[in-house]
């Protein structure tokens, strides 16, 4: 795919200053293009690297008054112009035939909705259900009575375990498990003896899991991940806890049992949130929080360990870089008394 920077501008609304007939066929960052492509600038603290860029042309602010090599496009938000350039330049998305692959292992009463893809080596388990469009990829297992709604993509070598249910247009990637057992055990006369966890996972419409991510199914009832939700790689989730609607889970983040998330919480990466504790709804967690107990609705952020509101946690940690002056002034006071 290739455009004259006048079909760009045209398409991003921008301003052309340079010629409109030169050609781009790629789209690269700052420091990574190279004649052809397009790059974008949005950020000032970045302008040493548009002065040295290789690109054949760059979207820039709208008053951006700087003369530079590349062409620009003059827009209101450089990086949104830039992002639909590179969707008009991406490559065709894959699309997977319908019906089932010889290899593929479907049971005889499973129910297959129109147009789905069962791709090689996937195994479809007796009882479970498939809506319209979607695709299972290859080495992917489907328990037990699963049903998995309209639209999903099921990367290959993704594991859904017996009963759970998918809502539609849900995208999980390659290396997800859906419904393994909770860590669940008791001690009876000195030997771990497993808890049975009976529940389901339930995952509502509209969400996507990344990679290697694990949601353990429920003691008894069902762990919950609500509408619109979106989990990075690296994510576990313990049985029965409850993500609302159009929250965000970063990598290496890990919530406990019995937790509760509320709607619209940001949760960045490597967060621990310990068992039965409710975080409110529109909080956000900063990296590395430790969530203890409670955090109210509408909290802010929070940060720290324990969980601690951001401005707070950076007082404190500003007192504790200054213990070390404090000691050497403590100690020169002793020295000077002759303690």
């Known amino acids: 795919m290739a455009f004259t920077l006048q079909e760009l501008a045209a398409i991003t609304g921008g301003k052309l200053v340079g010629d409109g007939a030169q050609v781009v066929t790629g789209a690269a960052s700052l420091a990574e293009a190279t004649p052809g492509e397009v790059t974008f600038l949005a950020n000032p603290r970045y302008l040493p690297q548009l002065r040295k860029t290789r690109a054949s042309a760059a979207f820039v602010p709208a008053d951006f008054s700087e003369m530079i090599e590349p062409a620009q496009i003059r827009v209101a938000e450089p990086a949104k112009a830039f992002q639909q350039v590179v969707l008009r330049l991406a490559p065709p998305p894959i699309a997977f035939a319908p019906g089932v692959h010889p290899s593929a292992v479907v049971a005889p009463d ?21 809506g319209d469009d979607a695709v299972v990829g290859a080495n992917s297992y489907v328990g037990h009575n699963v049903v998995i709604g309209a639209g999903c993509m099921i990367y290959p070598q993704v594991t859904i375990r017996e009963r759970c249910v998918v809502g539609a247009r849900v995208m999980l990637h390659s290396g997800v498990v859906i419904g393994a057992d909770g860590f669940g055990f008791e001690n009876v006369e000195g030997r771990h003896r497993k808890i049975p966890h009976h529940g389901i996972v339930q995952i509502d419409d509209d969400v996507e899991i990344g990679a290697n991510t694990t949601i353990d199914r429920a003691k008894f009832g069902r762990t919950w991940i609500k509408e619109g939700v979106k989990i990075d790689n690296l994510v576990q989730i313990a049985h029965n806890v409850v993500v609302g609607r159009h929250s965000g889970i970063a990598a290496q983040t890990g919530i406990a049992g019995s937790s509760r998330i509320g709607d619209y919480v940001m949760i960045a990466g490597q967060v621990g949130i310990t068992g039965h504790v409710e975080v409110g709804d529109r909080n956000i967690l900063a990296a590395k929080t430790g969530v203890s107990k ?20 950076k007082e404190q940690l500003a007192l504790i870089h200054r213990l070390g002056k404090l000691f050497a002034r403590v100690k020169a006071v002793e020295k000077k008394l002759g303690l």
């Open 110 to 130: 499973a129910k297959l909705g129109a147009r789905v893809s069962i791709q090689p080596h996937a195994v479809i388990e007796a009882g479970a259900q498939i």
């Open 294 to 313: 409670d955090l109210p609705s509408d909290g802010g952020t929070w940060w720290s360990v324990p969980a601690t509101p951001l401005r707070e946690a």
